[in-house]
């Protein structure tokens, strides 16, 4: 069922027209004077997890021996995973001028937004899915772990640039929540025998806690920038630098932080140390106080996990059969590798253009993309991948679908 999800909206279609979003890049070069504008998109990948791995994962079931060994033989020195949920609504106006500014339009927007990545070496997954048990008398080493996640949402006003589509927005932003972690050092030595542990262990957690609904406020900008290129003067191409979500947020209360910084180390108990008056089963025992974990509360200024993309744009009035499409991304994430991407867009008619692209880097490696463009008077709706082997398989690194649904008129 999960597949035919997926399949039937790459027979629709995927987009880009006068919006910011990631895959494809087409661009309208006949704005119309309204627009109402609805984006959406879900994406995990991994650069060693499989899909039959993180499938479990998301939505439930066994995983066998076979399912992690498949994913633990996938594992290098240093891994990824993350995942990308976002979800905007947007309305554009350039028939009103601003500042007796005939050339400048505006438009609201507001969004919803969901970021998390992690970065880790192999023995980590190994300790998470085998237990220390399968390191006996060896050392597992999850040294560099790093992890970060962000919940927030956000409304702006945007001002556009009737003659290049180029725009900018102002955000104002709220953070329901926040969550980052460090392992600068992390080792676990277990006996031969099983019967003694050793941990070394210098670790930061930082979290935002409670349960009210805004952690912190802040801002952030988005900005879609046309940079015309030379070339035919009947057939003008432009290149994109797309900026969205850079900004910061402000805690409204302290943020938490936990360091632990440690050499522990234990053996069996005997069955006195467990029942005396200070032992293990005791309500005066406390393991965070044998770990040496230190709890403080301090103000912090959280920066966001922000994008910025530079692409060659493809123009959908053009009268070329074939168009060609290339570019980079970064995420402001230490778990996200800077993507490069590119790919060749197909005109089938005047409403309908058909693309196919290769992409490397983000939280995976390779990946394979597909989409497709159609509109009908005022309206367009499409759904694609950038990630079209995530679809057909679970031997695959990560799954995603793209949405978008646009009026104008």
Not at 123 to 143: M, Q, V
Not at 167 to 181: D, E, F, H, Q, R
Request: glycine letters at 10%; aromatic letters at 14%.
């Amino acid at each position: 069922m999960m597949k035919i999800f997926y399949f039937v909206p790459l027979v629709l279609l995927s987009f880009q027209v006068n919006g910011q979003f990631i895959l494809p890049i087409i661009d309208d070069s006949i704005a119309p004077k309204h627009e109402f504008i609805f984006n959406g998109l879900a994406d995990y990948s991994s650069s060693s997890m499989l899909n039959q791995l993180s499938d479990m994962l998301l939505y439930g079931g066994e995983i066998t021996d076979e399912i992690k060994t498949a994913s633990f033989d996938k594992h290098g020195p240093i891994n990824r995973f993350g995942f990308d949920l976002q979800g905007e609504i947007e309305y554009r106006n350039t028939s009103k001028s601003l500042c007796k500014n005939r050339d400048i339009g505006f438009g609201i927007k507001a969004g919803y937004y969901s970021f998390g990545g992690v970065i880790y070496p192999k023995d980590l997954f190994g300790l998470t899915f085998y237990g220390n048990a399968a390191y006996s008398g060896s050392i597992a080493d999850f040294s560099g772990t790093s992890f970060s996640f962000y919940n927030f949402q956000k409304i702006g006003f945007t001002l556009i640039d009737n003659k290049s589509n180029s725009s900018l927005t102002l955000n104002l932003l709220n953070l329901a929540n926040y969550a980052s972690l460090r392992v600068n050092e992390g080792t676990i030595y277990q006996s031969v025998a099983t019967d003694s542990i050793t941990l070394n262990l210098d670790a930061q957690l930082r979290n935002t806690g409670g349960n009210n609904f805004s952690k912190g406020v802040g801002l952030c900008i988005d900005g879609d920038f046309r940079i015309p290129l030379k070339g035919n003067i009947d057939q003008v191409s432009y290149l994109q630098v797309l900026v969205k979500n850079v900004g910061f947020a402000f805690m409204n209360k302290p943020l938490t932080v936990n360091t632990v910084d440690t050499n522990y180390a234990t053996t069996g108990f005997t069955f006195d140390q467990l029942v005396n008056s200070n032992g293990l089963l005791t309500p005066s025992f406390n393991a965070l106080d044998s770990l040496q974990i230190n709890d403080k509360s301090t103000s912090s200024l959280v920066f966001l996990p922000g994008m910025i993309q530079l692409s060659k744009l493809v123009e959908t009035n053009s009268a070329k059969r074939f168009q060609e499409f290339y570019g980079f991304r970064i995420y402001l994430a230490k778990a996200y590798i800077p993507m490069v991407f590119a790919g060749v867009d197909m005109r089938l008619g005047r409403k309908f253009h058909v693309g196919l692209n290769g992409s490397y880097g983000g939280f995976s490696d390779f990946k394979l993309g597909m989409y497709s463009y159609f509109k009908q008077g005022a309206w367009s709706l499409g759904i694609g991948s950038e990630n079209l082997i995530g679809v057909f398989t679970n031997k695959a690194f990560g799954q995603a679908v793209s949405m978008r649904l646009r009026c104008g008129f």
